[in-house]
């Protein structure tokens, strides 16, 4: 079989790979499946006027007249035609189920407010109210004691933070005032006293009462009542707690570690808080009253502050 000179050997047909000799020889192809003139053996396929005997065809030549274009077939079945490969990434990173939990906002916590004064007809309940509670009184008066209790048996959530609790907080280089008040004692007590505050507000922020203890002097400025009022806020309600000297002196003899004072300590300090008295604030004598018995008598005394708030 004789090919013309210069055409290409037309590979070999391979089934599946959609490959036809009449999609890369157009004039050969012809309707009844018989080849054209040109595939006859010892011929050379017409090219046209500027072919000649002998000479290579032009292979840039037009094809020939009478044949019109042939579309390439169809693929065959299961062949896909070649085109860009779409990427597949290496890693496909599966759908996050959603969290459990997750970050929940909070109000931040800003200056408490005075109570609102309910009717004139009705009595407050103290028990029931998110209020924010100041007890006072010195050393070994119960006020950690009472104010837990009291935190523990209310119909509302509350909080109980205490001075000398967060005051403790620091380890080494605590300051303690036993040693003596100076510098450092009443800037680690400053610094306890705000901590407090931000805490107490941002409980009451969220619905939370709070109840604080700390043994606040009337005469000393620095440990003064504006402190609490500036950290917390004008709604802060103080109670003073204050038993006689000598329930002060057993309860302070039963304390262990820097909670325990000498009883020269706790008479001065005993003495100091006399000065509530006359000073508009209520003032508690629980001398004669246990944890459970105070803790009922504070809620009285709550009920009117709110009802009408002390002036301080």
Same mark, same amino acid.
């Given at each position: %079989?004789? /090919?013309?000179?210069?055409?290409?050997?037309?590979? !070999?047909?391979?089934?599946? /790979?959609?490959?036809?000799?009449?999609? @890369?020889?157009?004039?050969?192809?012809?309707?009844?499946? @018989?080849?054209?003139?040109?595939?006859?053996?010892?011929?050379?396929?017409?090219?046209?006027?500027?072919? @000649?005997?002998?000479?290579?065809?032009?292979?840039?030549?037009?094809?020939?007249?009478?044949?019109? !274009?042939?579309?390439?077939?169809?693929?065959?079945?299961?062949?896909?035609?070649?085109?860009?490969?779409?990427?597949?990434?290496?890693?496909?990173?599966?759908?996050?189920?959603?969290?459990?939990?997750?970050?929940?906002?909070?109000?931040?916590?800003?200056?408490?407010? %005075?109570?609102?004064?309910?009717?004139?007809?009705?009595?407050?309940?103290?028990?029931?109210?998110?209020?924010?509670? *100041?007890?006072?009184?010195?050393?070994?008066?119960?006020?950690?004691?009472?104010?837990?209790?009291?935190?523990?048996?209310?119909?509302?959530?509350?909080? @109980?933070?205490?001075?000398?609790?967060? #005051?403790?907080?620091?380890?080494?280089?605590?300051?303690?005032?036993?040693?003596?008040?100076?510098?450092?004692?009443?800037?680690?007590?400053?610094?306890?006293?705000?901590?407090?505050?931000?805490?107490?507000?941002?409980?009451?922020?969220?619905?939370?009462?709070?109840?604080?203890?700390?043994?606040?002097?009337?005469?000393?400025?620095?440990?003064?009542?504006?402190?609490?009022?500036?950290?917390?806020?004008?709604?802060?309600? !103080?109670?003073? *707690?204050?038993?006689?000297?000598?329930?002060?002196?057993? #309860?302070?003899?039963?304390?262990?570690?820097?909670?325990?004072?000498?009883?020269?300590?706790?008479? #001065?300090? /005993?003495?100091? %808080?006399?000065?509530?008295?006359?000073?508009?604030?209520?003032?508690?004598?629980?001398?004669?009253?246990?944890?459970?018995?105070?803790? #009922?008598?504070?809620?009285?005394?709550?009920?009117?502050?709110?009802?009408?708030? !002390?002036?301080?």
């Amino acid at each position: %079989m004789q /090919h013309a000179v210069g055409s290409p050997l037309p590979p !070999p047909h391979q089934s599946g /790979h959609g490959w036809t000799p009449a999609a @890369h020889d157009p004039g050969a192809h012809h309707p009844g499946g @018989h080849p054209g003139p040109a595939a006859h053996q010892g011929q050379v396929p017409h090219q046209g006027p500027a072919a @000649h005997q002998g000479s290579a065809p032009h292979q840039g030549s037009p094809p020939h007249q009478g044949s019109a !274009p042939v579309p390439p077939p169809p693929p065959a079945p299961g062949f896909a035609p070649p085109g860009p490969v779409p990427h597949t990434p290496h890693h496909v990173q599966a759908p996050q189920a959603p969290e459990t939990t997750g970050h929940v906002p909070l109000p931040p916590g800003g200056p408490v407010g %005075m109570p609102s004064a309910p009717p004139a007809a009705s009595v407050p309940d103290a028990s029931t109210t998110t209020i924010a509670v *100041l007890l006072i009184g010195p050393a070994g008066a119960g006020k950690t004691s009472v104010a837990k209790y009291w935190a523990d048996h209310r119909r509302v959530p509350t909080a @109980h933070i205490s001075l000398d609790d967060v #005051r403790e907080w620091v380890r080494s280089g605590f300051a303690d005032p036993q040693s003596g008040w100076n510098d450092n004692s009443e800037a680690q007590y400053r610094l306890a006293r705000r901590t407090c505050g931000f805490a107490a507000r941002n409980f009451l922020a969220n619905g939370i009462s709070c109840i604080l203890d700390d043994a606040v002097f009337p005469d000393r400025p620095v440990v003064g009542l504006g402190g609490w009022k500036r950290h917390v806020g004008p709604g802060l309600l !103080p109670v003073v *707690l204050l038993p006689g000297l000598e329930i002060v002196l057993e #309860r302070n003899a039963e304390r262990a570690g820097n909670r325990r004072l000498t009883d020269e300590e706790v008479a #001065r300090i /005993h003495g100091r %808080m006399a000065g509530w008295y006359g000073s508009g604030l209520p003032i508690i004598d629980n001398s004669q009253l246990d944890v459970p018995q105070t803790a #009922r008598v504070l809620d009285d005394v709550l009920a009117r502050s709110i009802a009408s708030p !002390p002036q301080w």
